[in-house]
């Protein structure tokens, strides 16, 4: 079995913005730095199940989905997101803030999942972000992450001008698309310097709208 | 490189390395002058450019504590991000996106041509067309600018394609893929645009210019500078005969150091350069450095910027491709019939995803937000680059209530818009939102006021010493051996992007200070 170092290394390889499962490390495993925070359950459960256990407090889990960035490293069928700060049910209801926030429905839910670690991660820093995000959770209705969507929408634009709303949204959207599965959904393709840029891969194939005349635009440096 | 005494007092030291302070740097040491060059950031390099858009911001932005007030739509959607420049080697050079443009010669006489609206500060530059274009054409031929000097353009991107036919279907005549300091071949040492699309986030093919790689190594090859990095200037210091003689920073450790200095260049980005000299204020200059005419950190202007996005029905995949490489310039006229004064740059523009969705879209959330974001493949995009209105009241000022690592009060940042202003930006708008509706946009959003870019003139040059700091030299009124370097003496900022004319500016400098330093008047 590969050691989880190499784990690291191929996803960064692989993926332009790994940096953000890199940054979210897997509280109570004792792996290398560049160890990554998703991992298939199979190698939670292998690597060190008991001590997970011990020191995290709630956890959010999923399946992979075929076609994912998340599908090309994971051995597994399932994933599994530790939290530390928030309960399992705190953290589902996080789930369903952010998808009330930025819904996107064909988008798997490990990119939002790395969100809600995010959160988690803030929250277990900082005693006031914890008490905020908590106390947030707490004035939301019992089943919030159960109900409709028009119901949670109700509720979200009441609290609107709430610190935890403010912090919910900003969170959901400044990590939400930047991880490699909304790259990959939305069809944002990122680092190019390590391809040869997109000077020969799509950066003037457009053919729906005239090419523009030479004196208005200029050589190509090198033909493909 | 060289090593220069702290005690050695025949040294020019220039604060900040950007466009202003790097140019200077490579010009004062090349003419044997020697020179210590202060940079707060660190030094990266193009291996180790981040091109993760979060990182590359966290790696080359000054993130130093601000503070910010006014009407402007930047204090509500980006509260603790009034402005966005770099603190790093290179300065902003190295996250610019290049757009070379030239000020045009009714633009320096602003307060002439738009008749001194009332509740603006405009002046006249100091300086004449015919006098500024001899350096912008040295400029341009050091940064290898493109449609000047035989230098072609570069090609056309798919985003470019959609700006184009919107601009042609409107009538727009000065169309094309900009004035660039972007290389669409190898030149000087540098490599050529493989149209990435990560220019904001450092180039790393060294195609874009940024002094990070151009005038800096060649200033430390001279053997005449001495480069000092996370070296942060707190205080310029003077004599008893009012001129000044050394500037105080903290060093790498945060450990106070006392530079000796022959003459000082401030070149921090106009927020900190302005800043730097009220927190100089001395009991000689109890309102700070080269301020006794209240002037230092007034008329601060930033451009009229704000995005407009078009949704298609076909892809347009914005993010390939030089981020900025497209211009209409048909706007930049003075036309008292469209309702405001100066004129406006309609520029391409694309963000990559994390960025689009945080900096890019207007305030909201739910399946509106989201529905935009779907349709990321099929978005092109475009910036506007107007002419803002100077008010004495937009300033840079002392927030003694907010105090940096080091002690001392941060900046605030205090922008009112002009009724001209709006009414520039809603034109502007209009024109764009036009432009992709002739050719089919599903809709059109118009964006916000990102945090500015293009800090200027908070210490403006200007004729009349009770109108601005310093003269047509950047040499301050009231201290003959402190010089402003960088943005903020631009007297106005017109509606060009604004590096082209700084570096024209630090080389027309540089050729006065080696004169009067052998003149020994100063």
Known sequence: MPSPVRYGDTLCDQLPSAGCFARMSVIGLELPRRAVGVKTMNELVTLNRRELIKTTTGMLTGLVVAGSPLALLARGRAWAVDLTALTSSEGTTLMAVARTICPHDKLEDAAYALVIQAIDSDASKEENTRKMIQEGIASLQLGFAASSENDRVETLKKMESSAFFQAMRQKTVQGLYATPMAYAYFGYEGEAFSKGGYLLRGFNNLRWLPEVPLQDSGPMPISA | MARIEFKDASAVVIIGSGAGGGTLAHELSRRGIKAVLLEAGKRQSLESFSQVPGEAFGQLTWLDARTQSGNWGVARDFPSLPVWHCKTVGGTTVHWTASCPRLQPWELRAKTTYGNPAGTSLVDWPISYEE?????????????????????????????????????????????????????????????????????????????????????????????????????ATRIEHGADGRVNAVVYRDTQGREQRQSARLVCVAGNAIETARLLLLSASSKFPQGLANSNDQVGRNYCHHITGFVWGIFNKPVYSWRGATLAGVVEDEVLNDPSRGFAGGYRMELLALDLPTFATVGLPYG??????????????????????????????????????????GLPVANVHVDEHANDQALRKHAQGQMSKMYEAIGARRVILGPTPPATHNLCTARMSTDPREGVTNAWGQTHDIKNLFISDGSALSTPGAANPTLTIVALALRQAEYISQQMKARTI
């Not at chain 2, 350096?135 to 493109?146: K, S």
């Not at chain 2, 959609?162 to 727009?172: D, S």
């Open chain 2, 132 to 232: 500024l274009e001899k350096y912008y054409v040295l400029a341009e031929r050091r940064l290898g600018v493109t449609r000047r000097n035989g230098v072609p353009g570069l090609p056309a991107s798919n985003n470019f394609k959609v700006m184009f036919a919107g601009a042609k279907k409107l009538g727009y005549k000065q169309v094309h893929t900009g004035h660039m300091a972007i290389n669409p071949r190898p030149f000087d040492g540098r490599g050529f645009c493989i149209q990435q699309g990560f220019c904001v986030q450092g180039c790393k093919m060294g195609a874009k210019w940024s002094t990070l790689y151009t005038e800096i190594p060649r200033a430390e090859a001279t053997g005449n500078l001495d480069l000092r990095i996370e070296s942060t």
């Open chain 2, 365 to 406: 959330w739910g399946r509106d937000f989201a529905s935009i974001i779907e349709n990321y493949r099929n978005i092109s995009g475009m910036f506007i680059n107007g002419e803002d209105m100077p008010r004495s009241e937009n300033r840079i000022t002392l927030n003694s209530k907010i105090k940096n690592a080091y």
